[in-house]
């Protein structure tokens, strides 16, 4: 019992008795060091101190604790008994006063003083609750723990410590009642024991639990200096019985160890080491909280592990030290006999005279030890002597050394640390169970996004269908009403040619100056006005829907790719619509020509009905007034019926309008590919050209470039249009013009003449180059789209020109200065510009005679860039390759260390 425990002794002196001149440095010295009440129950008073003080003990002071030791007399055995039966044993033992005297004769004696006095009659279970239990509790409470015992051969240390008790469990040793208290004690839950068993002999540690384990280094942790044995064998302990074969295992090595070293067990020392690792939580941490003292915040206890270590020492006999001495053998022999054990002496001696040296290092028992003694452990030393007067000597070394042991004095602390695993996996466990949580957040989000797209979606289409239903209808309505306004005019002008013809052209000339003519006229121009009201009226419609989508879209926020989607869907309704108002624009274009005619008509007649004014203007009047009755399409009803050649003299109709709107129904004609060559053959051509010479209206201008663009699409218009001086009237209208659509016409006509091999040279000395780079003054991004491409065309002529051998040296655009400008826009932000120049540059590159030049002008560099950032892999590989089949280009390459 811990209550039962070590008292703290004081020194006496009894008349002629001299005790030792230890005694009294003794006892002053642990009355002033040690706490009072480690003195009665040390156990319980290290359990409290340690439980209370976890923050500092892990890391900061230790408590004082003396090395504890107890004396114990073995009983005379049968030899004693007989040969010493007439002398009386040579101590005599006070127990109740913790006292032992020596006798030095009949009449003389010394007294000293122990921590216990254990009679020849003290059972074993007494003798382990007050050497040992103790130091058991420590290390169960997280402290390293030692029990040791020493003396003389033969005077009861296996008995005191080693014995197994199978057949009487009373007679059990320290070894086994410590383990057992142990495995009482621990959870196998959270802790562990293990045990390692060992034999020092000869300056060699033997593993008892692995033989063939025969040299075994110690371990010195530099930085703690705590000390191990990673080669030796651990046994994990999980009950008494396996214990019980270890150390019987333990006992068998150690006899065929010895019997194989030619010694005995009484000159090796044995070591049991029980290492106990036991988890327990720290103590919670209490944090006040900023805002208000009173509350506070308590943190989660620390996960701590404590590593604790019981090291039980069964030693050598004692009385190899004092015979080397005493017979006078020299101190090598001395060592060669245990050098181990003296110099545990003599440590034990440094320490008790507080000498600043202590030769730890002389021997491995002493570095084993040196936590033991002078160091953090709780250590018990029970000295062992015999009754025999004979060995009166012996007897007397080994108490003066159990008397300076008792003065070694220890710093216990726990060995105790942040048990990091515990914790990583505690925060593993915390961390799936986050990761879990927010998956099913991300997935509940995910779904929720999904309904919300769906809905989205569903509503966007409904709008979308509504619109498309009342766009077709609004469109199916106009068509009709303007068929509807078309027929009747055409009946009102039969009905009226009949008339005429009935009664008589000159008595009925009247007529068509008077009401009944005007009333057509303004038969027409309501009609006009109608079909101008309905277009406002599809307008607002489409304006309305258009709002209500834009609702439904805010409504539907949060899918951008809806949005998106509905945008266009949007952009394709209003291409439509603006198709419609072409149409529209179309067909106002044709009321005002039938207007336009009927006013020549109405002239005409008044002139007497013989003259014609403009030859063949009947014939187109007749004409499309049979278009207008087949009910075809418009423009190519007209075109059919009125036939292009009386539209192309409209082109030089006095009227101003009229000429706009002829130009107008011309462009949108050439338009379509399939009109080209009529219009061409009819000498459309030249008439655009000469009405972008006689330069008065702007429109007429842009539409006519417009319409000569549409015509230079094709290869056999292109040479047309050079022959007839097309490229000086184009370049002309490049360098006036301000109107950026106006320029993006002349660009593109430019551009497609660029794209034709046969014209390089011609197309460079009539200055269309010069104008087409002219051109990029106006910045706006459909002229220089149109620029970039007329470059890119004509870069790649030249390309395939070089690689047929039609040509050879550097490039005409070069010449040409276009070079800089190119570099400049290579990476411009308008996707169209960008991918020409990018084109542009490849087909540039690929001839050696430009390199020169490009390099100066820094094409190189982006050349290399589109090798890397172009988003087309054709374009990418084009420049790559190309830059690699280039001498120069790679040689420049080399010198700045780009690698493609
Ligand atoms: P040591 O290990 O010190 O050499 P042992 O433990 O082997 O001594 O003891 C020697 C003999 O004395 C053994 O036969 C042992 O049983 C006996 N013996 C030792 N101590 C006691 C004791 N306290 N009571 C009875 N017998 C004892
Ligand atoms: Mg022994």
């Given at each position: 019992?811990?209550?039962?425990?070590?008292?703290?002794?004081?020194?006496?002196?009894k008349?002629?008795?001299?005790?030792?001149?230890?005694?009294?440095?003794?006892?002053?010295?642990?009355?002033?060091?040690?706490?009072?009440s480690?003195?009665?129950?040390?156990g319980?008073?290290?359990?409290?101190?340690?439980?209370?003080?976890?923050?500092?003990?892990?890391?900061?002071?230790?408590?004082?604790?003396?090395?504890?030791?107890?004396?114990?007399?073995?009983?005379?055995?049968?030899?004693?008994?007989?040969?010493?039966?007439?002398?009386?044993d040579?101590?005599?033992?006070?127990?109740?006063?913790?006292?032992?005297?020596?006798?030095?004769?009949?009449?003389?004696?010394?007294?000293?003083?122990?921590?216990?006095?254990?009679?020849?009659?003290?059972?074993?279970?007494?003798?382990y609750?007050?050497?040992?239990?103790?130091?058991?509790?420590?290390?169960?409470?997280?402290?390293?723990?030692?029990?040791?015992?020493?003396?003389?051969?033969?005077?009861?240390k296996?008995?005191?410590?080693?014995?197994?008790?199978?057949?009487?469990?009373?007679a059990?040793g320290?070894?086994?009642?410590?383990?057992?208290?142990?495995?009482?004690n621990?959870?196998?839950?959270?802790?562990?024991?293990s045990?390692?068993?060992?034999?020092?002999?000869?300056?060699?540690?033997?593993?008892?639990?692995?033989?063939?384990?025969?040299?075994?280094?110690?371990?010195?942790?530099?930085?703690?200096?705590?000390?191990?044995?990673?080669?030796?064998?651990?046994?994990?302990?999980?009950?008494?019985?396996?214990?019980?074969?270890?150390?019987?295992?333990?006992?068998?090595?150690?006899?065929?160890?010895?019997?194989?070293?030619?010694?005995?067990?009484?000159?090796?020392?044995?070591?049991?080491?029980?290492?106990?690792?036991?988890?327990?939580?720290?103590?919670?941490?209490?944090?006040?909280?900023?805002?208000?003292?009173s509350?506070?915040?308590?943190?989660?206890?620390?996960?701590?592990?404590?590593?604790?270590?019981?090291?039980?020492?069964d030693l050598?006999?004692?009385?190899?030290?004092?015979?080397?001495g005493?017979?006078?053998?020299?101190?090598?022999?001395?060592?060669?006999?245990?050098?181990?054990?003296?110099?545990?002496?003599?440590?034990?001696?440094a320490?008790?005279?507080?000498?600043?040296?202590?030769?730890?290092?002389?021997?491995?028992?002493?570095?084993?030890?040196?936590?033991?003694?002078?160091?953090?452990?709780?250590?018990?030393?029970?000295?062992?002597?015999g009754?025999?007067?004979?060995?009166?000597?012996?007897?007397?070394?080994?108490i003066?050394?159990g008397?300076?042991?008792?003065?070694?004095?220890?710093?216990?602390?726990?060995?105790?640390?942040?048990?990091?695993?515990?914790l990583?996996?505690?925060?593993e466990?915390?961390?799936?169970?986050?990761i879990?949580?927010?998956?099913?957040?991300?997935?509940?989000?995910?779904?929720?996004?999904?309904?919300i797209?769906?809905?989205?979606?569903?509503r966007?289409?409904?709008?979308?269908?509504?619109?498309?239903?009342?766009?077709?209808?609004?469109r199916?309505?106009?068509?009709?009403e303007?068929?509807?306004?078309?027929?009747?005019?055409?009946?009102?002008?039969?009905?009226?040619?009949?008339?005429?013809?009935?009664?008589?052209?000159?008595?009925?000339?009247?007529?068509?100056?008077?009401?009944?003519?005007?009333?057509?006229?303004?038969?027409?121009?309501?009609?006009?006005?109608?079909?101008?009201?309905?277009?406002?009226?599809?307008?607002?419609?489409?304006?309305?829907?258009k709002?209500?989508?834009?609702?439904h879209?805010?409504?539907?926020?949060?899918?951008?790719?809806?949005?998106?989607?509905?945008?266009?869907?949007?952009?394709?309704?209003?291409?439509?619509?603006?198709?419609?108002?072409?149409e529209?624009?179309?067909?106002?274009s044709?009321?005002?020509?039938?207007?336009?005619?009927?006013?020549?008509?109405?002239?005409c007649?008044?002139?007497?009905?013989s003259?014609?004014?403009?030859?063949g203007?009947?014939?187109?009047?007749?004409?499309?007034?049979d278009?207008l009755?087949?009910?075809?399409?418009?423009?190519s009803?007209?075109?059919?019926q009125?036939?292009?050649q009386?539209?192309?003299?409209l082109?030089?109709?006095?009227?101003?309008?009229?000429?706009?709107?002829?130009?107008?129904?011309?462009?949108?004609?050439?338009a379509?590919?399939a009109?080209?060559?009529?219009?061409?053959?009819?000498?459309?051509l030249?008439?655009?050209?000469?009405?972008l010479?006689?330069?008065?209206?702007?429109?007429?201008?842009r539409?006519?470039?417009?319409a000569?663009a549409?015509?230079?699409?094709?290869?056999?218009?292109?040479?047309l249009?050079?022959?007839?001086g097309?490229i000086?009237?184009?370049?002309?209208?490049?360098?006036?013009?301000?109107d950026?659509?106006?320029?993006?016409?002349?660009a593109?006509?430019?551009?497609?003449?660029?794209?034709?091999?046969?014209?390089?040279?011609?197309?460079?000395?009539?200055?269309?180059?010069?104008?087409?780079l002219?051109?990029?003054?106006?910045?706006?991004?459909?002229v220089?789209?149109?620029?970039?491409?007329?470059?890119?065309?004509f870069?790649?002529?030249?390309?395939?020109?070089?690689?047929?051998?039609?040509?050879?040296?550097?490039?005409?655009?070069?010449d040409?200065?276009?070079?800089?400008?190119?570099?400049?826009?290579?990476?411009n932000?308008?996707?169209?510009i960008?991918?020409?120049?990018e084109?542009?540059?490849?087909?540039?590159?690929?001839?050696?005679?430009?390199?020169?030049?490009?390099?100066?002008?820094?094409?190189?560099?982006?050349?290399?860039?589109?090798?890397?950032?172009?988003?087309?892999?054709d374009?990418?590989?084009?420049?790559?390759?190309?830059?690699?089949?280039?001498?120069?280009?790679?040689?420049?390459m080399?010198?700045?260390?780009?690698?493609?």
């Amino acid at each position: 019992m811990a209550s039962n425990g070590y008292r703290n002794g004081t020194g006496t002196n009894k008349g002629a008795i001299k005790p030792p001149a230890s005694s009294n440095i003794r006892s002053s010295s642990f009355k002033s060091r040690l706490p009072p009440s480690s003195n009665h129950s040390t156990g319980s008073a290290l359990r409290r101190t340690s439980s209370a003080s976890f923050t500092t003990a892990a890391g900061g002071d230790g408590v004082p604790g003396r090395v504890r030791v107890a004396v114990r007399l073995r009983p005379r055995n049968a030899e004693e008994s007989t040969a010493d039966a007439d002398f009386a044993d040579c101590v005599e033992l006070q127990p109740e006063l913790k006292r032992l005297k020596l006798r030095k004769n009949n009449w003389e004696s010394e007294t000293y003083e122990f921590d216990e006095v254990l009679t020849e009659f003290a059972s074993q279970k007494r003798v382990y609750e007050v050497v040992a239990k103790p130091v058991v509790e420590s290390v169960l409470d997280g402290y390293n723990g030692t029990v040791m015992a020493y003396g003389q051969t033969g005077t009861g240390k296996t008995f005191t410590l080693g014995r197994l008790g199978e057949e009487d469990t009373s007679a059990r040793g320290i070894m086994v009642r410590s383990m057992e208290e142990i495995l009482a004690n621990v959870s196998p839950e959270t802790d562990s024991i293990s045990v390692s068993y060992l034999q020092l002999y000869m300056e060699t540690i033997q593993d008892l639990l692995d033989p063939a384990n025969d040299n075994i280094s110690i371990v010195e942790d530099p930085r703690t200096g705590d000390v191990s044995l990673p080669g030796a064998t651990h046994v994990e302990i999980k009950d008494e019985p396996s214990f019980l074969e270890l150390l019987r295992l333990g006992e068998a090595h150690r006899i065929a160890a010895n019997t194989k070293l030619n010694t005995e067990s009484s000159r090796s020392h044995a070591i049991l080491m029980v290492h106990v690792k036991r988890s327990v939580l720290g103590e919670e941490v209490a944090i006040p909280s900023e805002s208000d003292k009173s509350s506070h915040f308590v943190k989660p206890p620390k996960p701590l592990v404590r590593k604790s270590k019981l090291v039980l020492v069964d030693l050598a006999g004692s009385e190899r030290v004092q015979k080397s001495g005493s017979e006078g053998h020299m101190l090598e022999e001395a060592k060669s006999i245990n050098l181990s054990l003296s110099a545990l002496g003599k440590c034990i001696n440094a320490l008790a005279e507080n000498s600043a040296h202590v030769p730890i290092r002389d021997s491995k028992l002493t570095r084993l030890l040196r936590d033991s003694f002078g160091g953090t452990a709780r250590t018990s030393l029970i000295v062992t002597i015999g009754p025999s007067p004979r060995h009166r000597g012996e007897t007397a070394s080994t108490i003066l050394f159990g008397q300076r042991a008792m003065k070694v004095e220890n710093m216990l602390r726990i060995k105790e640390e942040f048990d990091y695993k515990s914790l990583a996996r505690r925060l593993e466990i915390q961390l799936d169970k986050l990761i879990a949580e927010n998956e099913r957040q991300q997935k509940a989000f995910d779904d929720e996004v999904e309904r919300i797209n769906l809905e989205a979606q569903n509503r966007v289409s409904e709008v979308e269908r509504n619109f498309t239903d009342a766009l077709e209808k609004e469109r199916l309505k106009c068509q009709m009403e303007y068929m509807e306004s078309v027929k009747k005019l055409e009946e009102k002008m039969i009905e009226n040619q009949r008339k005429h013809q009935h009664d008589g052209f000159m008595k009925d000339k009247c007529n068509w100056e008077g009401p009944g003519f005007s009333e057509d006229i303004a038969e027409v121009k309501k009609l006009l006005e109608k079909e101008i009201q309905m277009r406002k009226e599809a307008e607002k419609e489409v304006n309305k829907l258009k709002s209500q989508l834009g609702q439904h879209m805010d409504a539907g926020a949060g899918g951008d790719a809806e949005i998106l989607k509905l945008q266009i869907a949007l952009e394709d309704e209003v291409h439509q619509k603006k198709k419609l108002e072409e149409e529209i624009i179309i067909l106002r274009s044709q009321m005002l020509q039938l207007t336009f005619e009927a006013d020549q008509m109405r002239r005409c007649l008044a002139r007497g009905g013989s003259g014609n004014a403009y030859p063949g203007l009947d014939s187109p009047m007749s004409q499309v007034r049979d278009s207008l009755s087949g009910h075809k399409t418009p423009v190519s009803a007209l075109f059919d019926q009125v036939g292009v050649q009386k539209i192309l003299d409209l082109l030089e109709s006095e009227d101003a309008n009229v000429r706009i709107h002829a130009v107008k129904v011309v462009a949108n004609l050439a338009a379509e590919e399939a009109n080209q060559e009529r219009i061409v053959e009819a000498g459309g051509l030249t008439s655009l050209l000469m009405l972008l010479r006689s330069y008065e209206d702007e429109t007429v201008r842009r539409v006519a470039a417009g319409a000569i663009a549409n015509l230079a699409m094709n290869e056999a218009n292109q040479e047309l249009i050079m022959v007839q001086g097309g490229i000086s009237l184009l370049s002309t209208t490049a360098s006036d013009a301000e109107d950026p659509q106006t320029l993006r016409m002349v660009a593109g006509a430019i551009a497609n003449l660029c794209g034709n091999d046969k014209l390089q040279a011609t197309l460079r000395s009539e200055g269309g180059i010069k104008a087409l780079l002219g051109m990029v003054r106006c910045r706006h991004p459909d002229v220089l789209s149109q620029v970039a491409r007329g470059i890119a065309n004509f870069a790649k002529c030249e390309s395939r020109a070089s690689t047929n051998g039609i040509r050879s040296g550097r490039s005409l655009l070069i010449d040409e200065g276009a070079l800089p400008w190119i570099v400049q826009n290579a990476n411009n932000d308008a996707a169209p510009i960008r991918r020409h120049i990018e084109l542009a540059l490849c087909h540039l590159a690929q001839h050696e005679a430009n390199a020169k030049d490009m390099i100066n002008g820094g094409a190189l560099w982006e050349l290399v860039r589109i090798t890397r950032d172009c988003s087309r892999e054709d374009i990418r590989s084009l420049a790559r390759r190309t830059l690699n089949s280039s001498l120069l280009f790679r040689s420049e390459m080399r010198r700045l260390r780009i690698e493609l």
